[in-house]
């Protein structure tokens, strides 16, 4: 939960869906109380898919319970209680808390309303303390709600699990009961559908059924390994993108995993972003001579964070404002140097960029790598390939003059939209992040963020799909655009992204040779059509089910005998197929054809030839497709002609 209070104007600005989840926690508190009178409530929030109440009472509540809450929730409904607001004094809210009136059915004499205590005393002094009240519960809450809890009858409790007050382990712990409601019964039957279809598709088992990767203790949570199949689909998309790279004029660059701190506090992402880094690195003979110096550990960070006053002045000066203050500036005799896992690769292909002179003639210059980088993750946040703490981009900075930055911008945009049209991924939104200026996080010119972000909005115009503006999404360098993708069950994932940069240009004093003979800066173009491979996989796997189209599948034919009388012809068409290019194997194993086929189709291989007598009589193959059932009969030569063109066109 976050601990940053939301003021009662950006609490009343909930969804109608948000309103009737909101009241429906408010109803499940009641079915509690009801059940379970002792019970002490937290706080009951809306949230995505659903709602949740943090509580602290004897009974556990375990899933067999759901039933028997429910149950009374449907009784709370058809009384059809109105949800009333309440204001009230701060001493009127403590005396109702201290009864344990507040957040109960009636007063509870010896067992009071400890965290509706705590909670009031968290409200500014000044602000209106409100109550909903619907029966006989009555609660601190600003709302909204709906009218009546005859609205929340589409109701259904999902889980239960452990939860902390305000997310501090020192608080002690409390129940979270999760669950869900929709306006309709279709709506929450469909969702209930959609979830066990998602249990389905979930890429960490189908990863694993279908041999794609594998995340090991001894190796570390988040870190993926790639095993032969996946790697094929990996391959098989950056050799895709690779074609459209060449056709656009990119360059394939390299760049270390690894690089020295002075190159991320140039960048801006070192100490800043340390939270979503690994730490430093630091040579071997300063962790000796610091060792001995007796420096503790703050005192090391702070060394390893600082810079030399000529280091600040240079930058604050290109940057025309103060963007590293005095409380950094350390003397060079007290300075640490290290290393750090990139955990962008920008600042490498920036170094390449002004590695050699620049004429405007030159621009622009496109720079791509299929980079590997590193954050630091929670552990608990990590999720098989969709949040990892080391992934691949499929990255690309582009160096060009201002006026070619509509141009640039409207081509990375293309790039998206090839990716996802071939990949059948037609279902998306766009997400246009700009800055906050208010926050002091966004660096750089106003003027320029404002052309930036100019150029962002227009290109998204052209998309042809529903934009939204959201302030403050926007990276420190500059606004972006990201495309949130709707796979084929409804869920929203946020995967392509392009970024207008005007910042890091300047902090890396980058500039070329304009018309008129002199220096001039030129505007940075961040992209990624996939993002994070691993991420992109992960949710590609999700997307077809593990039901690949053939130009992706690890395995795209698999050759099934029928007897050993068949072995010589099948080695026939396991050569012609393997010399054409495809992915194929052969089971010629002594099982029976059913049980060939079963394994096959739960190995998800798109193309299955069963090869009996009669097919190797006529120099053909009986074929099944996983999702298209039986094919017929085809010869030899018909089949290949029409799987090669299936890959090689990248059919869906």
Not at 107 to 119: H, M, T, V
Not at 585 to 603: E, F, H, M, V, Y
Request: with cysteine; charged share 25%.
């Amino acid at each position: 939960m976050s601990t940053e209070r939301k003021t009662l104007e950006e609490r009343a600005q909930m969804s109608d869906i948000e309103r009737l989840r909101h009241s429906c926690a408010h109803i499940m508190a009641t079915a509690i109380l009801r059940i379970w009178p002792d019970a002490q409530f937290a706080y009951g929030p809306p949230i995505e898919n659903g709602f949740y109440y943090d509580f602290k009472m004897a009974h556990r509540v375990t899933p067999d319970d759901f039933e028997k809450i429910e149950a009374e929730m449907k009784k709370i409904s058809k009384e059809n209680q109105k949800f009333e607001w309440k204001g009230v004094t701060r001493e009127e809210a403590k005396a109702m808390a201290e009864s344990g009136r507040l957040g109960g059915l009636s007063e509870r004499p010896g067992n009071p309303s400890i965290f509706k205590l705590d909670l009031i005393d968290k409200i500014p002094e000044g602000e209106q303390i409100s109550c909903f009240q619907n029966g006989d519960f009555i609660d601190l809450c600003a709302g909204p709600h709906v009218g009546y809890s005859g609205k929340c009858k589409n109701v259904k409790l999902t889980s239960v699990s452990s939860s902390f007050y305000l997310g501090d382990e020192s608080k002690g712990q409390l129940q979270r009961l999760y669950g869900t409601a929709f306006p309709t019964k279709e709506e929450l039957d469909a969702y209930f559908v959609n979830l066990e279809e998602a249990k389905k598709r979930d890429h960490r088992k189908l990863g694993k059924e279908l041999k794609l990767f594998h995340i090991d203790e001894d190796v570390g949570q988040g870190l993926i390994l790639w095993t032969p199949n996946g790697a094929v689909l990996r391959q098989e998309l950056q050799n895709f993108i690779g074609e459209e790279l060449r056709k656009q004029g990119y360059h394939q660059v390299f760049t270390p995993h690894i690089g020295k701190l002075a190159l991320y506090k140039t960048s801006g992402h070192f100490p800043y972003y340390k939270d979503a880094q690994f730490p430093a690195i630091i040579e071997q003979d300063q962790l000796e001579k610091i060792a001995h110096e007796g420096c503790g550990c703050a005192e090391m960070t702070a060394r390893l964070d600082a810079v030399s006053a000529q280091f600040a002045s240079q930058l604050n000066e290109r940057a025309g404002r103060e963007i590293i203050g005095q409380d950094r500036i350390m003397d060079p005799e007290k300075l640490l140097d290290g290393f750090l896992l990139k955990p962008m690769n920008c600042p490498h292909h920036i170094k390449i960029f002004a590695s050699q002179p620049h004429s405007y003639r030159d621009l622009p210059v496109r720079l791509a790598e299929f980079g590997t980088v590193y954050r630091w993750e929670q552990s608990g946040e990590l999720n098989g390939m969709t949040r990892v703490r080391g992934f691949t981009q499929d990255d690309a900075h582009l160096f060009c003059t201002e006026d070619q930055v509509a141009a640039e911008v409207l081509g990375c945009l293309s790039l998206v939209k090839i990716v996802l049209n071939t990949l059948g991924m037609t279902d998306y939104r766009v997400r246009v992040g700009l800055r906050d200026p208010d926050n002091n996080k966004f660096t750089g010119n106003p003027a320029q963020w404002d052309k930036a972000e100019a150029a962002c909005r227009e290109a998204a115009a052209t998309l042809g799909v529903p934009f939204t503006e959201e302030p403050g999404e926007a990276a420190f360098y500059g606004p972006k655009i990201d495309f949130v993708i709707k796979d084929v069950i409804g869920r929203e994932w946020q995967l392509g992204t392009v970024q207008v940069d005007y910042v890091l240009p300047v902090r890396f004093d980058l500039s070329y040779n304009g018309p008129d003979n002199k220096p001039h800066r030129p505007v940075m173009i961040h992209r990624a059509p996939f993002g994070s491979m691993e991420r992109f996989c992960g949710v590609l796997i999700e997307h077809f089910a593990g039901h690949f189209p053939t130009w992706l599948a690890p395995e795209q034919v698999r050759i099934l005998t029928i007897s050993e009388k068949t072995d010589a012809f099948a080695a026939e068409i396991f050569a012609q197929l393997k010399e054409a290019g495809l992915r194929v194997t052969l089971d010629n194993d002594a099982d029976k054809i059913g049980a060939k086929i079963r394994k096959a189709q739960l190995d998800k291989i798109p193309y299955m030839l069963v090869l009996g007598e009669k097919e190797a009589a006529a120099n053909s193959v009986a074929i099944r497709h996983s999702k298209r059932g039986d094919l017929g009969v085809k010869s030899v030569a018909e089949f290949l002609t029409d799987v090669t063109a299936e890959v090689k066109e990248r059919k869906l």
